[in-house]
Every structure is written in C-alpha cells, then in structure tokens.
C-alpha cells in the first residue's frame, strides 16, 4: 500500500479532490478507519476527554499521549498519522515546540504534529517546520484557549474574520503543511481556502475546506449528549454497546451464557 504523504494531500488540493481524516487514539480503531480510506488519522488532544475522562483538553500530557500516538501509528498501514502537541507542551518557545514535536515523531511514531495558533506562534510553526516535521496549523477555535476565547463560540464573526484569513496566511508562510479550521464562519474558511496553496481541513467551517475532520465518538454516537451543530451521527454505538450489555448480563444471570458452544466440555 503506498503511504499517504504530505504531497499527495497537496496533490488532492490541486486537483480538486477532498480528503476525510478522523480522530483515532487505538489500535483497532486505527485499522479500521485506515483500511476504510481515511486519509489522516489525528490523535489529537481530545483523547482527554474522550479516553481519559478530563473536563476538557487542557489536562492531557505529552506523556500520556505518546502510548496513543504509537497505537495509532502502529495500526496505519496508509493514513498519515497526526499527533496532536497537547497544552503547555509547545507555547512557551520555539524550542520546546521542537522538543516536543520531536519526543511525537520519535517516541511515538506520528508523521506530523498540530499546533493550536494565532499569529503569535510563526516562530513556533516555523522552527517545528525547519526541523523538519510537517506542521498542521490549528486556527478558528482553538479549544485549548477556551478560557481566552470565552467558551466554545463560531470564530471569524464581524471583524476577526479577517484577522483569522492572515493568521492562515502568517502559517503558511512559516511552513505550516496544512491549515485547519475549527468553528468558522463558512465564508471566512472558504476565503483562507482560497488564499492559501496548502489544503485545508475543516470541522464545523463548512464545505470549502479541501477535507473534513470529525471526532470518531461523536460521529458514531459513542459519546452521549448534545452534539455540536457540525457532528453527522453515522450510527450509535452507544446504544448498540449497552444493549449488548444488557443482553450479557441477562444471559449470564440466567444461565444461557455459556452455551454449549462456548464450553470445553471434553
Ligand atoms: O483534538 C481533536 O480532536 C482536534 C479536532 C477537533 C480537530 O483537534
Ligand atoms: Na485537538
């Protein structure tokens, strides 16, 4: 199987294709979406809410990312795997962004990392780049700025529209791989698409982006809840897991588990 590289994700753009990524933090769910095509598996930050139980992604470490990182890059055959640089690990200067994209590729085996930007981070982006590992550049809402941002909230309204199209420019001019959009205006993340050669990926910044992302627990309604306005539920594995649970308990307490089949009687 060819691997999918940064290249080809510029070739996509140039040619007018699209491209999917999804979250991943596992093994097995890393073969599966790799062997259905998706082209970038993220393990991103998220995982701290979603694997590890946090209140929010500001908590997850470097050190607890690593294992995932690895179990992702170990079940991709084809997709690039994308390690998140979790909060605190990356703002403090150029250099520990460097360190810690390195400890990503290194110890953990991704093939690019992301940073969460504005445009006060050029010299990070631009640092990790030179180094020579791909950058994905993080702009429109950047949940781990949350508390600056005043809450999950639609980036690129009224007049910061326009601050964010040159953030994206800023970032792909200190070598920035890709450019994705969280929560943006749709018109503002068809004009940074527009703008920039690199692709761009979006979640909740509509459909100019040249690929889309979404969080595999919410997409597959694993996670219960109100679901953000851009999510696409494509099944419900919650309520498909707890009825099979259900259904184990009641067959154990009634004793049709084991059945014959699954006993070594001889
Ligand atoms: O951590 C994450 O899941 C992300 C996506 C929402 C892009 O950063
Ligand atoms: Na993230």
């Known amino acids: 199987v060819r691997k999918i590289r ?79 640089l979790p909060f605190g690990s990356y703002q403090q200067s150029p250099e520990q962004a460097v360190a810690t994209a390195v400890r990503m590729m290194k110890e953990g085996g991704a093939h690019a990392v992301k940073m969460e930007v504005n445009d006060y981070f050029v010299d990070h982006v631009r640092a990790v780049a030179q180094a020579g590992i791909p950058v994905m550049a993080h702009i429109g809402f950047t949940p781990q700025s949350e508390h600056a941002l005043g809450g999950y909230r639609v980036q ?6 326009a601050k964010v199209v040159e953030t994206a420019r800023l970032m792909e001019e200190a070598g920035a791989f890709c450019i994705l959009m969280e929560m943006l205006r749709s018109d503002v993340a068809a004009e940074v698409e527009r703008i ?71």
């Open 156 to 161: 690129g309204r009224g007049e910061t529209g």
């Open 196 to 266: 920039v050669e690199i692709p761009t990926i979006g979640i909740g910044a509509g459909g100019a982006t040249t690929g889309q992302v979404l969080v595999w627990q919410d997409m597959f309604g694993l996670r219960q809840g109100k679901m953000a306005r851009f999510v696409k539920q494509y099944a419900n594995l919650f309520d498909t897991i707890q009825d099979g649970a259900r259904a184990y308990r009641a067959d154990v307490r009634s004793g049709a588990y084991p059945a014959a089949e699954h006993r070594f009687d001889d």
């Open 6 to 84: 940064t290249v080809h994700l510029a070739a996509a753009k140039k040619q007018g294709e699209k491209f999917a990524m999804l979250t991943s933090y596992d093994y097995l769910t890393a073969q599966i979406f790799d062997s259905a095509g998706i082209e970038i598996l993220l393990v991103g930050d998220s995982a701290g809410s979603n694997v590890l139980g946090h209140e929010s992604t500001l908590s997850i470490t470097v050190d607890q990312m690593i294992p995932l990182v690895g179990a992702v890059a170990a079940g991709a055959q084809r997709a690039l795997v994308v390690a998140d």
